[in-house]
C-alpha cells in the first residue's frame, strides 16, 4: 500500500467507516448481504478497496492495494487520485459487477493488471498493452536513463536503433528525451509492432520513429547508429514453470531466448559493433545473473568503456558500451 493509501484509509476511518463489508465466504462475489429490514448493504469506494486488498493478498498478489485501486478506477472511469475524495461514495450493482469481473480475472486468472485497463505509464508516458506486447516494467527505466547517458546533449541530432521494440516503451521515451533523435524501431511480431505504432500516434512521436519487422540487426543492414538499445527477450526456457503465473498471459517469445535465456543477447553482444558508428553507444539490458558474461561478450566482440549499471535494487541490470572511436576509451 502507499502511504497516500495509508493515510486515506486512517482519515476515512476517523471519519466513520460506513457499512461493514460483507462477501459470501468464497470471495467470488461482491454482493451485499441483506440488512435486518431487508434491504441491500451498501459498499463504499473503500469497502471494496479493503476487501479486495485482502484478496488479493490473500492469493499472494505482489502489490494488492495498488491493483486494487486501479481496476477500480478504471472500471469507475476516474483517475486512481480521485478514489481518494470518494472514499465514502456508494457505489451501483452496475458499477460492482463490473469490477468483480476485474478482479476476478486478476485473482484466479492472474491477468496483469496493465491487460486488464489496457494501460500502463513507462518513463510517466501513458502506453497502450495488450496481450502481443510485454508490459513494460520498472526496472527496463534503467535501460532508458542508461540510453540517455549516451546520448548526453538533448537537443543534438542522434540516430537511434531499438532492437525488440515491443509496444514501443524504449523507443519512444528515448524519442520524447531526445527531439531531434530519429529512432528505428525493430520487432519479429508483427502485432507488436501494431501496438507500438499506435503509441507513437498517441504521443505525437510518429513523425521521428519509424517501425521495422524483422529479427535482430536484419531489418537495419547497411545502415549506421549513434545509439544501440534493446530489451530482449533473456529468460531460460529452463525456468518457465517457477515463474510468476501472469507471465503466461504475456507474448512467450518476448520472454524466453533459448535454453539458458542467452540466445538473443549472444546475437546483440557479437553484432551490435556492425551497426554503431564509431563511438557510438550500446545498452542491453539483462537479467542480473547474466550481466558478467554478456558484458564479456561485448569486450570479445571488440566494444569499449563495457560497464554494469546497476537497477534501483542494486540488481545489475543493463550493459552499457561504446564503439571504437571518437569518444570511447
Not at 111 to 136: H, Y
Request: charged share 30%; proline share 7%; with cysteine.
Amino acid at each position: 500500500m502507499t502511504a497516500a493509501g495509508e493515510r486515506g484509509d486512517r482519515a476515512a476511518g476517523r471519519q466513520g467507516q460506513g457499512p461493514r463489508s460483507e462477501v459470501e465466504p468464497s470471495g467470488d462475489r461482491m454482493q451485499g448481504r441483506a440488512e435486518s429490514d431487508g434491504t441491500e448493504r451498501v459498499w463504499t469506494v473503500l469497502d471494496l478497496l479493503r476487501w479486495t486488498t485482502e484478496h488479493f493478498a490473500s492469493r499472494r498478489i505482489e502489490t494488492p492495494r495498488l491493483d486494487a485501486e486501479c481496476l477500480l478506477a478504471f472500471a469507475l472511469g476516474v483517475d486512481r487520485l480521485q478514489l481518494y475524495v470518494a472514499f465514502d461514495k456508494p457505489l451501483s450493482r452496475t458499477e460492482r459487477d463490473g469490477y468483480r469481473s476485474l478482479v476476478r480475472r486478476r485473482a484466479d486468472e492472474r491477468v496483469p493488471v496493465a491487460q486488464l485497463v489496457g494501460r500502463k505509464e513507462f518513463w510517466s508516458l501513458p502506453l497502450r498493452v495488450t496481450a502481443d506486447v510485454l508490459v513494460p516494467r520498472p526496472e527496463t527505466e534503467t535501460l532508458v536513463a542508461t540510453a540517455l547517458d549516451l546520448l548526453p546533449d538533448r537537443d543534438a541530432e542522434a540516430r537511434v536503433l531499438d532492437v525488440g521494440t515491443g509496444s514501443g516503451a524504449v523507443a519512444l521515451a528515448i524519442a520524447h528525451e531526445r527531439p531531434k533523435a530519429r529512432v528505428t524501431a525493430t520487432d519479429v511480431s508483427a502485432p507488436a509492432l501494431e501496438v507500438a505504432r499506435s503509441n507513437a500516434a498517441e504521443l505525437g512521436l510518429a513523425d521521428r520513429v519509424r517501425f521495422l519487422p524483422g529479427p535482430d540487426f536484419e531489418p537495419v543492414a547497411g545502415e549506421r547508429f549513434d545509439l544501440v538499445v534493446s530489451n530482449p527477450p533473456y529468460i531460460a526456457e529452463a525456468v518457465r514453470d517457477r515463474l510468476p503465473p501472469e507471465l503466461a498471459h504475456e507474448p512467450r517469445q518476448a520472454l524466453f531466448a533459448g535454453p539458458d535465456g542467452l540466445a538473443v543477447l549472444r546475437v546483440l553482444a557479437a553484432g551490435a559493433g556492425g551497426v554503431m558508428d564509431p563511438g557510438a553507444g550500446a545498452a542491453f539490458e539483462v537479467s542480473p545473473e547474466q550481466a558478467a558474461r554478456v558484458a564479456d561478450w561485448c569486450r570479445e566482440a571488440g566494444l569499449l568503456d563495457v560497464t554494469v549499471i546497476r537497477d534501483l535494487g542494486s540488481r545489475p541490470r543493463v550493459i552499457r558500451a561504446r564503439a571504437p572511436g571518437e569518444g570511447a576509451s
